[in-house]
């Protein structure tokens, strides 16, 4: 029954690679912002310090994208890489430019000797847990995108608005909090 199952969702993995319309990753850099009464976004997106640089990729499947940004900062000692992965769904305007939107969660993971990482919770970043608990603890993400491709290279730009209710807290608000967030800007490279 095993190999049967087994089977069975390696011939759905391989049979959903054909449905793929495309494949998209390259670098990217992204202003993280926090704003309180007094400061202005402009000013937090023109300043060089509140940048970091990391990864970006997409896989769309016709009209869903699913995304992962994975961006390091490194702080002393301490590195901290932090991911946001996004199930999105598609609007495609022509054949060069399409717009995204979608939620997903956001992980964080931390080392000190580029050896033995650390799965950090989002909601309490002094403590340390494991993947599946940080997966449930994790706050929600809104994003929402735009890629503009020609010949295979592609600009994308996405927004980044955390909302202050984990996962697990179907009960509590899922509304975005505005006053976080972060702009993520790549150099595309598609395949397919």
């Not at 970091?52 to 390091?72: C, E, H, P, V």
């Not at 919770?121 to 706050?139: I, P, R």
Request: one cysteine or more.
């Amino acid at each position: 029954m095993r190999k049967c199952i087994s089977i069975l969702i390696l011939l759905c993995a391989v049979s959903s690679l054909f449905a793929v319309s495309h494949v998209q990753f390259g670098p990217s850099a992204t202003a993280i912002y926090e704003l309180n009464g007094n400061s202005d976004i402009q000013k937090t997106l023109g300043d060089f310090d509140n940048y970091t640089f990391g990864f970006d990729g997409r896989l769309t499947l016709k009209k869903f994208q699913l995304s992962g940004l994975a961006q390091l900062k490194v702080n002393g000692d301490v590195s901290t890489l932090n991911t946001n992965l996004s199930l999105n769904y598609v609007f495609y305007y022509g054949k060069m430019v399409n717009i995204s939107a979608g939620l997903g969660p956001r992980c964080v993971f931390q080392t000190e000797d580029w050896k033995d990482w650390k799965t950090i919770s989002t909601s309490d970043e002094n403590k340390e847990v494991k993947f599946l608990d940080a997966l449930k603890e994790s706050n929600i993400t809104y994003r929402i995108g735009a890629d503009f491709s020609f010949l295979g290279l592609g600009v994308g730009v996405a927004y980044y608005v955390p909302a202050d209710a984990s996962i697990s807290d179907m009960g509590a608000s899922w509304l975005p909090d505005f006053d976080k967030g972060s702009v993520s800007f790549s150099l595309l490279f598609g395949i397919l």
